[in-house]
Every structure is written in structure tokens, then in C-alpha cells.
């Protein structure tokens, strides 16, 4: 079992930035995929980023890659999201979620085996 919790989310204006934590507990933090998801309102929920357990890779959608950087801490069980650059269309509840047996490249949420509570982005314009 894996418990995962969200932190970080708000409102912030076009341009700025804000950093989402996962905290994780349970099962060993270091030996599994991590990643990123969202979902807008009337929307599916889609994949953001993921992360390998040794941070040597890691991987991006296309929206968010090089405004977006997806970070761990094995030693802490913590999982990041650095987000510059925000905007409108980034606001979604965010999602943190763990893959036991998979890929850095699993964008498929059925994927993922652990999901966080999400927490609520807002981006201004």
C-alpha cells in the first residue's frame, strides 16, 4: 500500500509560479515510478510528467515540457512539481500518482497504481 498526499495548489497569476509536494508513506518511496496527472473541469484526466526511482529520467507532455520540472527526494519520499511559466489552460486539479511495475514513459493513468487527493490549480489571466 501506498499513501499518497498532495500539497501546494492555489491561485496564481498568468506568468507565476507555485511548487506541488506529494508526500508518500507506506511502501518503499525509491522503488517506483512517480508522476504527475491532471484534470480540468469536463475534461479526462491527462498525464504531466513522470519520474524514474533514480531521477535519471524523467518525462513530459508536450504542454508542459520546458515550463514544467518533475523532481524527487527518495530520502524524504517527497515528490515535485516545479510550475513556471503558468497558464489559463494549466488550472485543473493536480494529481500525484505511483506506477509499482511500470515505465518513466506510462502515460496511460490506468497505468498507475496509487493515486493522491489532488490539489486545485488556478491560473489567472
Known amino acids: 500500500q501506498v499513501q499518497l498526499v498532495e500539497s501546494g495548489g492555489g491561485l496564481v497569476q498568468a506568468g507565476g509560479s507555485l511548487r506541488l509536494s506529494c508526500a508518500a508513506s507506506?511502501?518503499?518511496?525509491?522503488?517506483?515510478?512517480m508522476a504527475w496527472f491532471r484534470q480540468a473541469p469536463g475534461k479526462e484526466r491527462e498525464f504531466v510528467a513522470a519520474?524514474?526511482?533514480?531521477?535519471?529520467?524523467?518525462y513530459y507532455a508536450g504542454s508542459v515540457k520546458g515550463r514544467f520540472t518533475i523532481s524527487r527526494d527518495n530520502a524524504k519520499s517527497t515528490l515535485y512539481l516545479q510550475m513556471n511559466g503558468l497558464k489559463p489552460e494549466d488550472t485543473a486539479v493536480y494529481y500525484c500518482?505511483?506506477?509499482?511495475?511500470?515505465?518513466?514513459?506510462?502515460?496511460?493513468?490506468?497505468?498507475?497504481?496509487?493515486w493522491g487527493q489532488g490539489t486545485q490549480v488556478t491560473v489567472s489571466s
Open positions: 500518482a505511483a506506477n509499482l511495475h511500470g515505465f518513466v514513459t506510462d502515460t496511460i493513468s490506468s497505468r498507475y497504481d496509487y
Open positions: 507506506g511502501r518503499s518511496f525509491s522503488g517506483y515510478v
Open positions: 519520474i524514474g526511482w533514480s531521477s535519471s529520467r524523467t
